[in-house]
């Protein structure tokens, strides 16, 4: 058996791909877009003499598009078999990809007319937005936690991960010659202890393993902790009459917090302000969350049964901006108030109109809560730049900037450990992907010490036997 990391090797972080490849059998599992790296776009289009034609099926461990963000190039290459989810990551799934297609048309329209004024030929896009429909046409829902024939020879089994409503780690049982062999590809990990999904569901048998390692280095406050001191930034925030930023993430991210400071609202904790959710997005996830009430965590079932937390928004006027125009209109709101708007990681979208007109404000409060990839504006101010570039002009940082890694969708270091440790009295080889160097190795030191199995950190495009 063969498996090859198309993609979050070699120390980085997005395009999540494994090429896994058996005596009869080709399956993908995830096909992730490169994102916030140089040289992206190049990166994201996969070589044509990399052929579909013989792919069997395609698993997806999550909807994040740094998992799904390649499968419409599958449709332009006529991949003709199934693409196996659970039923929330083909409904998130679809509404990412449709986003996608939309951004990245929007995106090659603007560069062709550069590229038109310089006398250069036109670009094509990625993909459109018939590839997206071609390629959802395929996709197949499945069960947690049972065994689903994927490809001849091939079974796979999807089991919580935590990270993301609908996400799962995904056990593989490869028969080649009536010898079995268990590959386990971790997905994204949530953290222990964070509300919103339920926690992640660990495996106890694999012959070898695939785990992220975002944040391997590292452990995030407790959840209660971060919530508390999430409270005592937006009380101070509040105190200082200015806009409160935070940069979020469309799908997990944005429903997560939304759900807090509803929860702060209603114990009084925190004293009620006007919450502008400014992602089209993450609005029409939040609806896809609560068709999907069965994946919530229980502390958050026993909340909503008691009061809908949208009553304690309703009260403070909160508003979903669905339009530019509403988008805009936030410029001129006066006093305090928090806006979330995509993207997570400032590099697109509407939080780096919201930055530009605010950033260099002493008043404006910018929460980060989630990763930051490298070269991002969200990533410079993290590092405490006294500027950043947006949209090629200079602007001043005088906002203060707080980041809270416990609201991080990922595990810590710890988290990571614990869901290894029932795998480890099988001896498997261990893969750390999906990471930095500075995640990964220190998890690699850490498994070793803990574990005595020396993982291994394989690059981009490298090629595993087993």
């Known amino acids: 058996m063969r498996i090859t990391v198309f993609g979050a ?22 096909c992730g877009l490169v994102q916030g790296v140089p040289n992206a776009d190049r990166k994201n289009r996969i070589p044509h003499e990399f052929t579909f034609r013989n792919l069997n ?21 006529k991949f003709a078999g199934s693409v196996y989810c659970t039923e929330a990551t083909a409904e998130l799934a679809g509404l990412i990809l449709r986003d996608a297609a939309r951004i990245q048309e929007a995106d090659i329209l603007r560069l062709n007319r550069r590229r038109q004024r310089e006398g250069r030929a036109p670009l094509d896009p990625l993909y459109s937005a018939q590839d997206v429909e071609a390629i959802l046409g395929r996709f197949r829902s499945v069960p947690y936690d049972k065994p689903v024939a994927v490809a001849p020879g091939i079974e796979a089994r999807w089991v919580e991960a935590g990270h993301l409503l609908g996400s799962a780690s995904i056990q593989l049982i490869v028969d080649e010659n009536g010898k079995k062999k268990t590959v386990v590809f971790s997905g994204d990990l949530g953290q222990f202890g964070a509300p919103l999904t339920r926690y992640f569901c660990r495996i106890d048998k694999a012959d070898a393993v695939f785990l992220e390692s975002t944040y391997g280095d590292r452990n995030h406050r407790s959840f209660k902790e971060t919530a508390s001191e999430f409270a005592e930034i937006v009380r101070r925030a509040s105190s200082q009459g200015g806009k409160i930023l935070v940069p979020t993430f469309a799908v997990g991210r944005a429903q997560l917090l939304v759900a807090l400071l509803a929860w702060l609202f209603r114990k009084g904790e925190v004293k009620s302000f006007p919450v502008y959710l400014d992602s089209p997005m993450a609005i029409e996830a939040s609806k896809i969350y609560l068709r999907h009430p069965e994946l919530w965590h229980e502390r958050l079932q026993e909340i909503v049964r008691e009061r809908p937390l949208r009553e304690e928004l309703l009260k403070v006027r909160s508003k979903l901006c669905t339009t530019a125009k509403e988008s805009q209109a936030l410029n001129d709101v006066k006093g305090t108030c928090m806006i979330l708007a995509g993207a997570g990681m400032c590099n697109a979208g509407r939080i780096l109109h919201h930055l530009r007109n605010n950033v260099w404000r002493e008043e404006t409060s910018v929460l980060i809560v989630g990763y930051q990839g490298r070269g991002t504006a969200g990533r410079a101010l993290v ?3 006294k500027s950043i570039r947006i949209f090629g002009e200079k602007t001043i940082v005088r906002a203060s900037v707080h980041s809270l890694g416990g609201f991080s969708a990922h595990a810590g270091q710890s988290d990571l450990l614990n869901w290894l440790a029932p795998m480890v009295h099988c001896r498997p080889q261990i893969f750390l992907t999906h990471g930095e160097d500075r995640g990964r190795q220190p998890l690699a030191a850490s498994i070793e010490q803990r574990f005595r199995i020396n993982p291994k950190m394989p690059d981009a495009r490298e090629v595993i036997e087993l």
């Open 57 to 77: 099926s395609v698993l997806v461990t999550h909807a994040h598009l740094d998992h799904t963000g390649r499968l419409p190039i599958l449709a332009q290459r």
């Open 383 to 385: 590092d405490g730049a």
């Open 9 to 30: 090797g070699g120390g980085e972080v997005t395009g999540s791909a494994y090429l896994v490849e058996s005596g009869k059998s080709k399956v993908l599992i995830d």
